[in-house]
T-cell receptor
Framework: GENVEQHPSTLSVQEGDSAVIKCTYSDSASNYFPWYKQELGKGPQLIIDIRSNVGEKKDQRIAVTLNKTAKHFSLHITETQPEDSAVYFCAARSPGGTSYGKLTFGQGTILTVHP | DAGVIQSPRHEVTEMGQEVTLRCKPISGHNSLFWYRQTMMRGLELLIYFNNNVPIDDSGMPEDRFSAKMPNASFSTLKIQPSEPRDSAVYFC????????????FGEGSWLTVV
């Protein structure tokens, strides 16, 4: 099955700096890569996603890049703000068979943005 | 839209008791997922339903866990008998269709077994 590795496990930045979180996946057939933000006491919320036919996607201060050859994808947050502090999860979806629609999540990154 | 609704939000129970967690997916969504989140193991998929039919239950830890989806608007996850190692946050999530559509999570049910 799919295996997703996420780094770093914790990330501390100053307000206004950029933050980068990286993930690698094992199944070359995976074709959908969402990123979720989880605030304390809440469920994960989708913040951005990318599909395997796209190399980069941006949404205001958030961007995701995908390198299919190397099987890794990254989340970039620019001009970080204290409210960006949360746990961020990457995920990968493998198509086909009984795992169709199943997401495999990374272990999460605790991002702390210091004012 | 009301989002995915889970109940109870918090549950404290004694070892050996039966626990039932409930979920109402987003109206119109035909895929439903139960996830478990712990510090040690992160987010794990327990079971996946599509059109009320269990498609993948390979993540269900053992026979003490069971899940049902009697109709498109309701699902339960039951643990009987519960054990302290079942303490975790259980998330229900839903999406429409198979193909990479956004999966929306509920707020979770925080279970503590003492």
């Amino acid at each position: 099955g799919e295996n997703v590795e996420q780094h770093p496990s914790t990330l501390s930045v100053q307000e206004g700096d950029s933050a980068v979180i990286k993930c690698t996946y094992s199944d070359s057939a995976s074709n959908y890569f969402p990123w979720y933000k989880q605030e304390l006491g809440k469920g994960p919320q989708l913040i951005i996603d990318i599909r395997s036919n796209v190399g980069e996607k941006k949404d205001q201060r958030i961007a995701v890049t995908l390198n299919k050859t190397a099987k890794h994808f990254s989340l970039h947050i620019t001009e970080t703000q204290p409210e960006d502090s949360a746990v961020y999860f990457c995920a990968a979806r493998s198509p086909g068979g009984t795992s169709y629609g199943k997401l495999t999540f990374g272990q999460g990154t605790i991002l702390t943005v210091h004012p | 839209d009301a989002g995915v609704i889970q109940s109870p939000r918090h549950e404290v129970t004694e070892m050996g008791q039966e626990v039932t967690l409930r979920c109402k997916p987003i109206s119109g969504h035909n895929s439903l997922f139960w996830y478990r989140q712990t510090m040690m193991r992160g987010l794990e998929l327990l079971i996946y339903f599509n059109n009320n039919v269990p498609i993948d239950d390979s993540g269900m830890p053992e026979d003490r866990f069971s899940a049902k989806m009697p109709n498109a608007s309701f699902s339960t996850l039951k643990i009987q008998p519960s054990e302290p190692r079942d303490s975790a946050v259980y998330f229900c999530a839903s999406s429409s269709g198979y193909s990479g559509n956004t999966i929306y999570f509920g707020e979770g049910s925080w279970l503590t077994v003492v």
